[in-house]
């Protein structure tokens, strides 16, 4: 099993809602990421989490707030975006962030936000 | 930095037609490669990977061959099918574990 679900599959929000995506791996993986894709680009990498502890913050806004409540989960809050955040928001995850045979990185479905 | 760089798409040949997508790296070290697909309004899928100099990754007819004295890593598949229509990318992993991937190339096929 490789599988990493993202929910929702689509959300769409005003400038001023509070909303969270969410994403779940049972792989047993240790290192977990966040990642934002606009249309017809590359993923851009925004969080890594390490045992659950923030790894890496590519810096990010501060509207964008990730948590990693347990092992098999990540969440990403989000609070007063702006539509130039409108984005596919991809999550993934390794089995460990600092071995690099270890670290494929399997990604979810993702989430598209829409930002009006 | 470490960097990828893929040949600009888009790329659209007959079904049966032999596919080659170019993908060339920069990084210090020995980095991991790997190809992934994103097929429409999807996520990434890994496609194949390869760790060390001379491996090839293989999976579903494609290949790709890592060779150290070109920095290269060529995506390859004799016999494309429309099914095959998507974005593919390819990306490194190196020293500072940092996934880094080229722009994408998106292949469609024709019937």
């Known amino acids: 099993d490789t599988e990493v679900t993202q929910t929702p599959k689509h959300l769409v929000m005003g400038m001023t809602n509070k909303k969270s995506l969410k994403c779940e791996q049972h792989?047993?993986?240790?290192?977990m990421y966040w990642y934002k894709q606009k249309a017809k680009k590359p993923p851009e990498l925004m969080f890594v989490?390490?045992?659950?502890?923030?790894?890496i913050n590519e810096s990010v806004p501060s509207r964008f707030s990730p948590e990693c409540p347990n092992s098999s989960l990540l969440n990403l809050h989000l609070h007063a975006l702006q539509p130039e955040d409108s984005a596919l928001y991809l999550c993934a995850s390794s089995q460990r962030l600092m071995d690099l045979a270890k670290n494929i990185q399997y990604f979810g479905a993702g989430t598209r936000l829409s930002v009006l | 930095g470490d960097s990828v760089t893929q040949m600009e798409g888009p790329v659209t040949l007959s079904e049966e037609a032999f596919l080659t997508i170019n993908c060339t790296y920069t990084a210090t070290g020995y980095p991991s490669l790997f190809w992934y697909v994103q097929y429409p309004g999807e996520g990434l899928q890994l496609l194949l990977k390869a760790t060390k100099a001379d491996d090839k990754g293989s999976n579903k007819g494609f290949e790709a061959t890592y060779r150290k004295e070109t920095t290269s890593f060529h995506l390859e598949k004799g016999s494309v099918q429309v099914s095959d229509s998507a974005v593919y990318f390819c990306a490194l992993i190196g020293n500072n574990n940092d996934m880094r991937f080229g722009a994408g190339t998106r292949l469609t096929v024709k019937p």
């Open positions: 989490y390490s045992y659950e502890k923030l790894s």
């Open positions: 792989m047993g993986h240790r290192a």
